[in-house]
């Protein structure tokens, strides 16, 4: 048959796929999520996330060697006190759980980029991600007491911040604090289109951080919008973020391709708690091949346009990469 254009041309042979990909990918590009626990000499499997642990800080040796061997030293850090009050007082005190992990992991891996998740639902009693009026979260009183928790952080060692709450105002609040403390270097990763979602189920038994009452709905985005994210990037920008996060990731691609044609700061996926979780689960099923479905799932996200990726994947998805098996 006279065909001019085939383009089975191109997918004859695994060197020539390789050469024309159009999507290449990089370990490091990743950032591992990570859940430190009060107590002592606790590395406990987190039911909901299989192959995910809460970890003491006293056994952050054993992370930083398991991140090491991955080839992974880029973490975002969750904290879990055990204290939780209406304030979230845990969370900016310069002995808590995230500080003293950062100060352990600085003495252990001064090599390592360490990120911070600026929230306050894990600390707080009702589980919500801010200061409560009535049944709401008030929105201003809550950015006083997020920019205290990101100076915080960054006096205990973390080389960036990443507020996770969704309240209006906090990316200017935060630099702010910053900027008067001497911190102006200080990146903030805004996780500027943050959708209410179902997906983060799993990581809400992990962290304890369910809401006791109600949803958050009031302050995460709802999933039916695109042109909402728009809004919230181009606020954050001005408000000085650094970089930009779309979570969670698998749904919302279309919303990645979106932010990353309009904004030219670096763009941030989270692939969150459920979606590795329902991977796990139907891999634990025989239902797929848990390596390949890892693997395209992350190059999908990436293809959408992500730079970076926030994933509970990120020590296998490094070997995946380093092997040529995502391109
Ligand atoms: C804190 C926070 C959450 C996640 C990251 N930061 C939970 C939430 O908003 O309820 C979810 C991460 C995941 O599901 O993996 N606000």
């Given at each position: 048959m006279k065909l001019t254009k085939r383009p089975r041309r191109l997918r004859s042979s695994e060197s020539l796929r390789k050469l024309v990909r159009e999507t290449r990918v990089s370990p490091e590009s990743l950032i591992y999520p990570v859940f430190f626990v009060e107590g002592e000499g606790v590395k406990r499997e987190i039911p909901s996330m299989p192959g995910q642990y809460h970890w003491s800080v006293d056994r952050a040796g054993e992370l930083v060697e398991l991140c090491r061997c991955a080839g992974v030293s880029r973490l975002l850090l969750f904290g879990i006190p055990d204290h939780k009050d209406g304030c979230a007082s845990a969370a900016f005190d310069p002995e808590g759980i995230i500080q003293r992990a950062m100060r352990a992991l600085k003495a252990l891996a001064p090599e390592f980029y360490l990120i911070t998740d600026v929230c306050m639902c894990e600390y707080t009693?009702?589980?919500?991600?801010?200061?409560?009026?009535?049944?709401?979260?008030?929105?201003?009183?809550?950015?006083?007491?997020?920019?205290?928790?990101?100076?915080?952080?960054?006096?205990?060692?973390?080389?960036?911040?990443?507020?996770?709450?969704?309240?209006?105002?906090?990316?200017?609040?935060?630099?702010?604090?910053?900027?008067?403390?001497?911190?102006?270097?200080?990146?903030?990763?805004?996780?500027?289109?943050?959708?209410?979602?179902?997906?983060?189920?799993?990581?809400?038994?992990?962290?304890?951080?369910?809401?006791?009452?109600g949803d958050r709905r009031g302050y995460q985005m709802d999933p039916h919008n695109v042109r909402e994210a728009l809004k919230e990037c181009a606020l954050d920008v001005e408000e000085g973020a650094d970089l930009l996060m779309v979570k969670p990731a698998l749904a919302y691609l279309d919303v990645i391709a979106k932010v990353k044609q309009r904004f030219d700061l670096p763009l941030c996926a989270y692939a969150v708690s459920g979606e590795y979780a329902m991977a796990k689960a139907a891999a634990a099923a025989g239902l797929i091949d848990e390596y390949r479905v890892m693997c395209e799932s992350a190059v999908a996200v990436y293809r959408a346009g992500a730079d970076l990726l926030i994933t509970y994947y990120a020590p296998e998805l490094a070997g995946a990469m380093r092997r040529g098996d995502l391109g």
């Open positions: 009693d009702h589980g919500h991600c801010g200061i409560l009026h009535g049944r709401e979260v008030d929105n201003d009183a809550t950015l006083e007491v997020l920019s205290r928790i990101a100076l915080s952080h960054v006096e205990a060692g973390a080389d960036m911040v990443a507020p996770s709450d969704m309240m209006d105002g906090r990316i200017a609040a935060i630099r702010t604090i910053l900027d008067e403390n001497g911190h102006e270097n200080t990146p903030i990763l805004s996780y500027a289109a943050k959708y209410a979602s179902a997906f983060y189920g799993p990581f809400r038994e992990a962290a304890g951080s369910a809401p006791a009452f």
